[in-house]
């Protein structure tokens, strides 16, 4: 008698828990951070990546968020350093561009689940225009 009890509970309860693991991982993919970006080795007009490795986060990400970050540099007519931020989710870098400063000479923008901080000193403004337009396109920004 006790084990067709409980064979009944095990059929009762068996699609309960399978639905619970399966809510579960699928939870645990969205904590996943962002994988490091592709950034273009040269830019037209002139610009070439210097360097491309990881880095601390850009200084004045708002405090207590959790992101993966590299920093590139690119020389041409200017110099230029740029941070990616790879977070868990989209809402997360939306979020952190949402918080981050303005400043001279910064721009900022989210795509997807990056938060990329372009900093630069000299430079044409197309020159710079066209170096932010071309991250902005190999991280898919639309």
Partial sequence: ???RANNRLLYIFSPMLLAGLAIALMGC???AMAPKPELPVSVSPGWSQKSFAKAQPVAGLPAGVRAQ?????YEGSGAAEIWICG????????DA???YPAGADR???QAGKY???VHWSGGSKADVTALV?????????R
């Fill in 1 to 3: 008698m006790k084990t």
């Fill in 115 to 117: 938060l990329a901080v």
């Fill in 107 to 109: 721009v900022k923008f």
């Fill in 69 to 73: 970050c590299w920093k590139a540099e």
């Fill in 87 to 94: 977070f868990n989710g989209e809402g997360s870098a939306f």
């Fill in 133 to 141: 337009r071309a991250i902005q396109k190999s991280l898919g920004a």
């Fill in 97 to 99: 561009a949402q918080r």
């Fill in 29 to 31: 993919g969205e904590m």
